[in-house]
C-alpha cells in the first residue's frame, strides 16, 4: 500500500524491449530523487530490477495513484488503458515503438517526462472510447467490452465473406458481403481504420466512423456518425453457418455466431491521456507519418 502522505506514479513497461525497460529505470530514479513513489505491477518488479525504498508493487485498487506512465510502443498504452480507463486516471506514453500515436514523449525526453510529473505540469486531453455489446439472437447479452481504437467485426475463416446487416439507431442501412466492419474512434482513425481506408479524424471530433472491409456492394464506403449514435452488425443466418469473431483494440476478442448482433456506442469513460505541451494534433500528423509538407515538387527543387 502507498506510504501515507507520499506521492504515488503507476509505471507499466514493456518487458521485452531493453531500450523500454532502462528508459522505466531511469524514469523511477528521477522520482526516487523527488522522493516520489514508483508503483509497478508485481510481475513487471523482476524483469525491470528495481527496489528500493520508493518502489511497490502496483496495487490495482489504490485510489492514491495520479497518474500511470507507459514506456512501450501503442500496444503497450493500448494494455495500460485497460486499467486506467475505468478509474479515470491520466496516462502519460513515452514512446519507444514505431509510430507511437498515443505517446506524448520520446525515449530522450525521460529528464522533462520526470520533471513534468514531478510538477504535475500535465494537461489532460479526453479522448471518446467505445462501449461494446454482443447479444445472441434471443436478444440476451452474452459478452461485453470497450475500445480506445476500434472494434473489427471479422470472418472467421478465409474462404467465404461474412454476410451482416449493418444498422444506425436502429434503422437498417445495408447489408454486405465482406471481410468484416470496423467501428472506430477518432483515436483509432489514425491505426486500422486507416489502413482500410477510412479518414483521419482530429482527437477533438465527437464521432464514430463505420468503414467496410473489402464489402461486395455498391454502398460500401467510410461514414462518420455522431457521438449520440448507435451502431449495430447482425450477423445474418447463412446456409453455411460461418461464425465470425469480435475484436477490441486487436487485445479482447470473442466468438459471434450466425444471428448474434454486435451493438457499439460511446462510452461513458473517456481515454484520459496526459500530455506535456498542447501541440496541435496537426503537427502530430505530420511528425508520426512523416508527410512532406513541401510536397513532391518542393523537395525535387530542394534536390
Known sequence: MTTSGKRTVAVLTHVHRPSAIEAARRFADGLAACDV???????????????GPTIEPLDLDDPDVEILVVFGGD????????????????VLGVNLGHVGFLAEADSHEID?????????????EERLTAEVVVEDEHGEEVWRSFAVNE??????ARERMLEVLVSIDDRPLSRWGCDGVLISTPTGSTAYA???GGPVVWPGVEALLVVPLSAHALFARPMVMGPQSTIAVEVVRDPA???????????????IQQGMRVTVHSNEHRLRLARMSQAPFTDRLVKKFGLRVEGWRGAARAD
Do not use: M, N, Y
Open 241 to 255: 453457418d460461418l461464425d465470425g469473431i469480435v475484436w477490441c483494440d486487436g487485445r479482447r476478442s470473442f466468438e
Open 112 to 124: 522533462a517526462v520526470v520533471q513534468h510529473v514531478v510538477d504535475r505540469s500535465w494537461v489532460v
Open 75 to 90: 500496444g503497450t498504452i493500448l494494455r495500460g488503458s485497460e486499467w486506467a480507463l475505468q478509474r479515470d486516471i491520466p
Open 151 to 156: 472494434v473489427s467485426i471479422e470472418k472467421a
Open 37 to 51: 513513489i514508483t508503483a509497478v505491477p508485481e510481475k513487471d518488479l523482476g524483469e525491470l530490477a528495481l527496489s
Open 194 to 196: 486507416f489502413s482500410a
